[in-house]
Structure formats: C-alpha cells, structure tokens
C-alpha cells in the first residue's frame, strides 16, 4: 500500500534508526566472528579455549540479534515509513525492498537456526545468560543438529551476500546519486524531500521468505546429508554365566563449566556372579569399544591422540572381584584405557528376580590418571572429574 500525504515521516523514525543501527553493529560483529571462529584451529589447550570464547561471543550476541530483530520487525509492520526515493527506477525499488526484506528474514532464520542447533548439541561454547542452552521442542538429536547447521550456513550466507548489496546500494545513493537515502537513515534532522509513504505489508516479506526458502532447501538438499559414520570393527560377543540382556554405559565430563554426556554403545562384558555368596560374589571384565563413544558435538575430538586415542588403543577393559558392601556391592578392580592400567572402584546395587538381575553403579574418575587431555593440565576447558555410569539388566545362563 501506498500513499502521499503532507504529513507522511521523510525520514525513518528514531526508534527505527535505532533497531537499524543497533543491528547493523550486532551483525558486522557476529559475522566474522563466525567466520573466525570456524576457520580457527584447536590444537593447544589456549587455542581451544580462545575458539570456544569467540563461539560463546558469536553465539550469545546472535541470540541478542534475534531478540532485537522480533522486536524491530514488529515495529516496521506497524508503523509508517517513507517511501522510495525514485520511485520511477522500479527495478532498483524493487531490488532494494527484495534486499530489505531477505535481510529481515535473514535476520530471524540465521539465528534461530543457530539457537536451534546449538540446542540440538551438547558440549562447546556456552551461551552466556540470560538466554537459554536449550529450545523448547528441541531435542538432542544429531539429525536435527544437522539440518539447522545446514541452514545456519546458508542463511549466514544469504545474509552476506545481501549485506554486500545492501551496504553497496546505501554507498551508491550517497555518493553516485548524493541523495537523502543514507542520510534519512542516519540520526538528526535532514532536507530530505517529501515522497510518498509506506506501511510495510505482510505480502512482500512472505514472498521473500518463500524465494529464500525455496533455495536454501535446494542448497541443503544438494549440499546436505549426514556426514559417514567412522568405521568401527564391533566386538565379539563374550561366553559369560550372565549375559547382558541390554544395558547403557555412559559418561559425563566438564566442558567449559556445562555437562556434557555421551555413551558408548558397543561394549560386552563377562560376568560371573553367585547371589548366595557372602564375600566374592564373582568377577566381571568389561571391554568397551572406544569408537563407539558418542560425545555431544565433540565426539570427534574426544577420539583424538591426546584424549582416548582411538587409533592407537580402540579398547578399554575394566577387569574386577566383585564383593559384597554393607549396602550393596562393589567391583574393587583395574581400568586399561589409553594403554594405562589403574585402579577403579565401581559400587553398584543389583536387584534379582528369578535368574534376571538388574544393576545399576556410578563412579568418577580422574581423567589426568589415564593420561586423557594431559594438554589440559588445568580445569579451564575440561574438569579432571569424569563421571561413568552403568545400567544394564542380565540373565542367568541355564
Ligand atoms: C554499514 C552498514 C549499513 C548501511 C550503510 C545501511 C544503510 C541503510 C539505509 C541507508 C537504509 C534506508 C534505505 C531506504 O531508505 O530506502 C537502510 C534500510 C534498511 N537496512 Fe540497512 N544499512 C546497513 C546495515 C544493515 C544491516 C546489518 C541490516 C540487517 C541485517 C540492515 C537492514 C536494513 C533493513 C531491513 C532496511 C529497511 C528498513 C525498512 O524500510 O523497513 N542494514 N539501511
Ligand atoms: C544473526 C545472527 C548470526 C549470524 C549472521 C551468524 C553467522 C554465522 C556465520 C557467517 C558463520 C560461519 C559459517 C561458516 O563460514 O562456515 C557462523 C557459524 C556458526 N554459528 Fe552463527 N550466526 C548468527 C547467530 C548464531 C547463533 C544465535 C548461534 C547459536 C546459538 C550460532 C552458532 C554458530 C555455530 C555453532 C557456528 C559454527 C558452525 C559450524 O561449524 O558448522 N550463530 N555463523
């Protein structure tokens, strides 16, 4: 819609100024701070950390952008602007209102999708308060992870290329053309000349976003699907008095002060075990295939040489008596991971019913004793506490 009157704005409003502004310095600061923080390596312990802090700046100020972009977009929809300058140069007017609303819907899918995938992950870079690590209606979940990471990249690119355009255009009007464009944007007051003007309508961003849409889908499309899975060989299954029905073996480490957990899920373990007993009520040796952890968002990471080592040592073993405890049971034993051998305690309840027992233990370990990220002497990325979890059910061989 469209319309002169003498008392239509000549110039943006201040508060639109301001959210323009505000925007723009949030945005020219986000984007290479993306950029940078991606490209950057991680191989020393300050490194790492220096990455991780550019991602929580990148992350918690694009969480702020999005806040702020709501608002202002709320804001143009329900208040008057000034029209096109040149209204007679309809392809240019046209190209600069495409470019205002793909920055507008840049402006909300970029970190929407950021947020979301952020959400989807566990582990690296924290958002700072007061804004959330979670999303409602977001799980954690690598494919989802995945799809918003896809549209994260494709969006911050649409978002650059229009930015050029859109930088370009105000530069052009402000020196080629020396016209009031730049200046009607800027704060005080200007000659501007008085033109027709304009209530945002909801057609012209929907029509936008769909073109937006449409190709960012194609790209992921072309450009997406699931990274391939790194090749494990699986471990034998072990003759044993009670075999493991199901079960879950997982761990929980300190990233940056937030609690990032992850399981494994190849792993068997032989267990003999006499419920009658009074004193060693058997023995259990469980062998866990070091491939098979799944960490949050540093999974790959966590396979390098100076943490598990995967290549090197693909498994660890965790051999022990099992003894009875005033409230329970313990498997007092030694712990072979990364080619070290030491001692680990791991109490446990277990419950019997019939030939099923059902058991459950929790422990911590310090990392350091393994030589697990032995580059992080100190607690600043990763605490030296790693805590490890078991549940499994099994039955009593006939
Ligand atoms: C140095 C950077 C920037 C310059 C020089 C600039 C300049 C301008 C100017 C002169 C206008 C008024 C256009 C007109 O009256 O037709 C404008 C509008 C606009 N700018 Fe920017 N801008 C910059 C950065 C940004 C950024 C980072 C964003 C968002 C990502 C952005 C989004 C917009 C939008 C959406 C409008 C249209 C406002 C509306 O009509 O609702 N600008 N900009
Ligand atoms: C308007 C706001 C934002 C813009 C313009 C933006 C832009 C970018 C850009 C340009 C990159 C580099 C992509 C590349 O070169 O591969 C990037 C990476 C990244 N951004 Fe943002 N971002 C924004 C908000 C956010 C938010 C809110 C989050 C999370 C809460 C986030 C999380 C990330 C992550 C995790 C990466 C690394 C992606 C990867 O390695 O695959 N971003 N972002």
């Known amino acids: 819609m469209s319309a002169t009157s003498i008392t239509a704005p000549t110039t943006y409003g201040t508060v639109t100024k301001v959210f323009h502004w ?51 977009i709320l804001w143009a929809v329900s208040h008057a602007k000034p029209g096109p300058l040149h209204p007679e140069r309809r392809a240019e007017t046209l190209l600069a209102e495409t470019v205002h609303w793909l920055l507008y819907a840049s402006l909300v899918i970029t970190p929407l999708s950021g947020w979301i995938g952020h959400a989807a992950t566990t582990g690296f870079a924290p958002i700072w308060w007061p804004f959330s690590q979670s999303l409602p209606f977001v799980p954690k979940d690598d494919g989802v992870a995945h799809l918003a990471e896809s549209v994260h990249w494709v969006f911050g690119k649409v978002m650059i290329a229009t930015l050029l355009l859109h930088i370009a255009g105000a530069l052009k009007h402000h020196l080629i053309d020396r016209d009031a464009t730049l200046r009607r944007m800027w704060f005080g007051r200007t000659a501007t000349p008085q033109v027709g003007y304009h209530r945002t309508t909801i057609a012209a961003p929907l029509a936008a976003l769909l073109i937006v849409l449409a190709g960012g889908g194609t790209a992921i499309a072309l450009g997406g699907g699931d990274a391939p899975e790194a090749e494990t060989a699986a471990l034998e299954t072990v003759a044993s008095d009670w075999t493991v029905q199901e079960g879950t073996l997982s761990i929980g480490v300190t990233q940056f002060g937030s609690t990032v957990t992850g399981s494994f899920t190849d792993w068997t373990a032989a267990i003999a075990f006499d419920p ?21 968002s540093v999974t790959d990471q966590a396979m390098g040489a100076d943490f598990f080592d995967a290549a090197t040592h693909p498994t660890a073993t965790f051999t022990a008596p099992i003894t009875r405890t005033a409230d329970g049971y313990v498997a007092d034993g030694t712990l072979t991971l990364k080619g070290q051998t030491a001692p680990l305690s791991l109490p446990f309840t277990l419950t019997l019913d019939g030939d099923t027992a059902t058991m459950q233990g929790q422990t911590t370990l310090d990392r350091l004793t393994w030589g697990i990220g032995q580059t992080m002497a100190d607690e600043t990325n990763l605490g030296f506490g790693v805590t490890v979890e078991i549940a499994l059910t099994a039955t009593r061989a006939p």
């Open 22 to 72: 505000l925007t723009a310095a949030l945005i020219l600061a986000i984007i290479p701070l993306g950029i940078i923080a991606t490209d950057m390596g991680f191989e020393t312990n300050e490194q790492l950390a220096r990455k991780a802090q550019l991602f929580t700046i990148h992350k918690t100020l694009g969480v702020a952008v999005f806040v702020v972009a709501l608002l202002r």
């Open 276 to 296: 009658e007993a009074t004193d060693v009520a058997g023995e259990v040796t469980a062998t866990i295939a070091i491939g098979s952890l799944t960490l949050g």
